[in-house]
């Protein structure tokens, strides 16, 4: 064991102003979530210079905790502070980042994630000792953050970005072709496509039941007869249609068997079918994601929702950086015969896997 005088006093003071920092960070985050869901930093971008009293009143929210909220991100410098006005104001340099318009880069819909995870820390801490994980319903605004962060990353980059990635799939959806997304969640990526291309039959699976009733009401609204939404588990997906292209947005690495649930899917692709895969970015070696710029924040989601959500069905546990060295090696075993790896520039989170059978 290491005694007082082995120490090294710069990188222990360098260490704990790193940890301060942190600490001020995850309160940030909190705080920002909370700007987010009640619409504050929407309400702000809109305002000039605002006392408390003002910014509650054009937000309809109680003036004390706007107040501490302000005096909150006054100090963690995210909103500028006049004091002989005692007015508040969120730069529109901030803004461009923190409110709704500012989707796919509102870094405010991201800070959710910090709460929802804060949620199931006594279960996990209990895993620690006990094994086993934390199931889906146990979470608390699990799908809606998910749904948040699809419109973030991938609603509002699908037309532009990600189907382009496939050479001709734009026209083969308009011609008309079959799909399907696994794991589909609420469905924010399905309704989107449903709409845009008329001719194309779609059909979203998800486990849990409480994703497909969130997404059947929010195409219900659209009235999409091209789009089928079932509760339906993809590990058991054995007879099913043939489909020309098949989605996975985030969905494999958090698969109770996703051993299985490639294979099902290899063969429930048209022979010349395509399947995508967003997953995270990351390499299977922790040694190399030291330098992956969100590389912390993927092993706790893991930790604390991916590997967990799947150890608690009695599955692997792949974890979020289960990494493209084991993604691509489960692909060829699944049946594919071709994998390549894209990057799109708005995303930093994820690639983008195209593989084909043959
Ligand atoms: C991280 S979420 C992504 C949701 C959606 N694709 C999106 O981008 O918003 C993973 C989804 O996969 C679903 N899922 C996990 N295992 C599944 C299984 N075996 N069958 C069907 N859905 C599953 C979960 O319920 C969850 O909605």
């Not at 995850?26 to 009640?38: E, Y």
């Not at 003036?63 to 004091?83: G, H, I, K, M, T």
Request: proline share 3%; glycine share 6%; with cysteine.
């Amino acid at each position: 064991m290491s005694t007082a005088m082995e120490l090294d006093p710069a990188k222990m003071e360098a260490f704990g102003a790193r940890f301060l920092e942190a600490m001020n960070g995850a309160a940030m985050m909190l705080m920002s979530s909370i700007g987010h869901r009640t619409g504050l930093f929407d309400t702000m971008a809109d305002l000039p210079a605002a006392t408390s009293a003002e910014v509650a009143a054009a937000s309809g929210l109680n003036e004390r905790y706007v107040r501490e909220w302000l005096n909150a991100l006054v100090s963690a410098q995210v909103v500028d502070f006049d004091p002989t006005e005692q007015s508040y104001r969120l730069p529109a340099e901030h803004a461009a980042l923190l409110t709704r318009a500012a989707t796919p880069s509102n870094l405010a819909s991201v800070a959710q994630w910090i709460a929802v995870l804060g949620y199931v820390e006594t279960q996990i801490v209990d895993k620690f000792s006990h094994g086993g994980g934390v199931c889906y319903h146990e979470f608390h605004r699990f799908h809606d953050v998910m749904a948040d962060e699809s419109s973030q990353t991938t609603v509002s980059a699908m037309i532009e970005h990600i189907l382009p990635l496939v050479d001709g799939l734009l026209e083969k959806l308009e011609r008309g072709i079959d799909v399907l997304d696994i794991g589909c969640g609420s469905a924010k990526a399905l309704i989107l496509l449903a709409e845009r291309f008329p001719q194309s039959r779609f059909c979203g699976y998800d486990l849990c039941a409480d994703a497909i009733v969130a997404g059947q009401r929010l195409a219900e609204e659209k009235d999409l007869p091209n789009l089928t939404l079932k509760v339906r588990d993809v590990a058991e997906l054995i007879d099913c249609d043939r489909f020309d292209l098949i989605t996975a947005f985030d969905a494999i690495h958090d698969q109770a068997y996703p051993d299985q649930v490639l294979s099902n899917i290899s063969r429930a692709l048209r022979r010349d079918g395509i399947f995508l895969m967003q997953d995270i970015r990351a390499s299977s070696y922790v040694e190399k994601n030291i330098d992956q710029p969100l590389g912390a924040f993927i092993y706790t989601i893991s930790c604390m929702h991916c590997m967990s959500v799947s150890l608690a069905q009695g599955g692997l546990g792949l974890g979020a950086a289960w990494g493209e060295e084991m993604a691509q090696e489960m692909l060829i075993a699944a049946g594919f015969s071709q994998v390549d790896i894209h990057r799109l520039n708005h995303d930093i989170l994820n690639n983008y896997y195209l593989a084909r059978l043959g």
